[in-house]
């Protein structure tokens, strides 16, 4: 599985990007693996205030439905649109073109607070 | 995960061929078989509508019944009618609950020579198709004697043909023997997919052989995954969805499955009385505006009353929108507009007509 070591990532399988003073979002490798293909993704309204660890966005594969749980509190300040008509670029670049949201965080602390890849990749090889 | 029955799954003698290319393996009525390979759903999928796939579906049962009362108990037991085929041909019948004519378990018989017939139940309901013909003279549970390849698609014969040309040349819904360099085999014209195509009963002693060589004349393994969205598209139900507990033939469209003309089947009485009265619900297709997946347990609503409950539903890659089944009043026709309560967000579904795919 790849687990880029630039990023932070939450027990729940997303990632999370120090973006200038944001958090850019999505979910891991492993988690579109377990998921399958990806076909229908909802996400949160630009201007959403989420709660760290809450449900946020739904992901849904040929075999399941998914919440997302949002890594920081704040506001969503950008969500990829391009997924509506693509969701299928979840699986095909997760960290990259399959990015969920944006997220203007409340308090800047949380992001440290993720996990780092080391401790992620161990969490996936349990 | 834990079988509740606290058994250990069984395996297809297909498995270590499954893992070595890749199968995300899960548990399925009582067996581990492959969900899907690395081409993933989608993929499979598309290949079984445009080329060809092989589905390993060794989890089905294989009863034969055989003798001089075989075809007398069949015919007093499933309610198609046998008199309408001749041996050589394969049969879709169901069995029904005495009681309340529940459909117990839906059914293929390939029925093989006079006196012989392959009884072929869902994985689940092996026990249960074996104790209804109990009376006939020989009943002999085949199951873990073979292996069974469903051969999927619009190229699936002009494929096969390059490995077994007799094999590939059975009629629809026809069953023969094959020789398989040396092995006698099984093949009949018949499916769950919407598409053509051939489903071959293997002994295990040559069923890796044959498994490798279809996939080497470049017939891509497809999972249960792929197995499912196929179906649904195609309309055709699955037992413990479509078909079970407190579920007619009637109910679920199959009325064509059910002989009238027979003098007596298993449930006749009961199921004479839901057709003389109407029948309370039928199942219908559903089709969303958008691409997000129905799934099973979700109501579905019309103005403010629950009409019925999505029985089985997906992401359909051929039309790329949601799709499901349910069972609505039989008030609700086809071009009718309801809801489905998806996790709390209503989305429009049209009633359409089925199969949603294909002819």
């Known amino acids: ?71 920081v509190s704040g506001t969503i300040v950008a969500v990829n649109a391009d997924l509506a008509d693509e969701p299928e670029r979840l699986n095909d670049d997760p960290y990259g073109e399959g990015w969920l949201f944006v997220i203007e965080p409340s308090d800047n602390d949380q992001l440290a607070d993720l996990l780092d890849a080391a401790s992620y990749r161990a969490l996936t090889e349990d | 995960m834990a079988d509740p029955s606290g058994e250990s799954p069984h395996r297809s003698p297909l498995h270590e061929l499954h893992v070595d290319l890749g199968a995300k393996i899960v548990p399925f009525g009582g067996w581990d078989m492959p969900l899907s390979y690395d081409a993933g759903t989608l993929e ?60 117990l378990d839906d059914i293929i018989v390939w029925w093989l020579d006079a006196e012989t017939f392959d009884v072929m139940p869902n994985a689940s309901n092996t026990d249960r198709v074996t104790d209804a013909l109990a009376a006939a003279d020989h009943v002999t549970e085949m199951t873990s004697t073979r292996a069974i390849l469903a051969v999927q698609g619009p190229a699936a014969r002009e494929r096969l043909a390059a490995i077994s040309p007799e094999a590939a040349e059975v009629g629809r ?34 069923a890796e052989e044959v498994w490798s060589a279809v996939v080497r004349v470049g017939i891509m393994p497809a999972g249960l995954g792929a197995r499912d969205t196929l179906r649904l598209e195609a309309g055709l139900p699955l037992h413990g969805h479509e078909l079970g507990p407190g579920i007619t033939p009637l109910q679920a469209g199959l009325g064509w499955v059910v002989r009238w003309d027979k003098p007596e089947f298993r449930g006749r009485a009961p199921l004479a009385a839901e057709r003389d ?30 009409i019925g409950e999505v029985t089985s539903g997906n992401f359909s890659p051929t039309l790329e929108r949601g799709i499901a089944m349910a069972f609505l009043p039989p008030d609700v026709e086809i071009g009718g507009i309801v809801d489905i309560d998806m996790r709390g967000t209503r989305t429009a579904a049209e009633i359409v007509a089925m199969p949603f795919v294909g002819r």
């Not at chain 2, 969303?288 to 019309?302: H, N, S």
């Open chain 1, 1 to 71: 599985m790849n687990v880029p070591e630039n990023l932070r990532y939450s027990s729940d399988h997303e990632w999370a990007l120090a973006d200038g003073g944001n958090v850019r979002v999505g979910i891991t490798d492993y988690a579109q693996d377990a998921l399958g293909d990806v076909v229908f993704v909802e996400l949160p309204e630009v201007g959403a205030v989420v709660e760290a660890n809450q449900s946020c966005s739904e992901v849904e594969s040929t075999k399941s439905v998914s919440d997302i749980f949002a890594p």
């Open chain 2, 44 to 103: 499979e999928h598309r290949r079984c509508r445009t080329d060809a796939v092989v589905f390993d579906v060794s989890h089905l049962g294989t009863v034969r019944v055989s003798g001089p009362k075989a075809h007398a108990v069949l015919q007093e037991t499933f309610t198609n009618d046998l008199e309408r085929i001749e041996p050589g041909r394969a049969q879709y019948t169901h069995l029904l609950d005495p009681d309340d004519a529940s459909v």
């Open chain 2, 173 to 206: 819904f026809r069953v023969e023997s094959f020789d398989w360099r040396g092995t006698a085999c099984l093949v009949a014209g018949t499916g769950y997919t919407g598409e053509d195509g051939v489903e071959l009963a293997v002994p295990l002693a040559v």
């Open chain 2, 277 to 306: 009265a109407g029948v309370s619900r039928r199942l219908a297709g559903l089709m969303v505006e958008g691409r997000r997946p129905p799934r099973g347990g979700q109501l579905v609503v019309r103005g403010d009353d629950v």
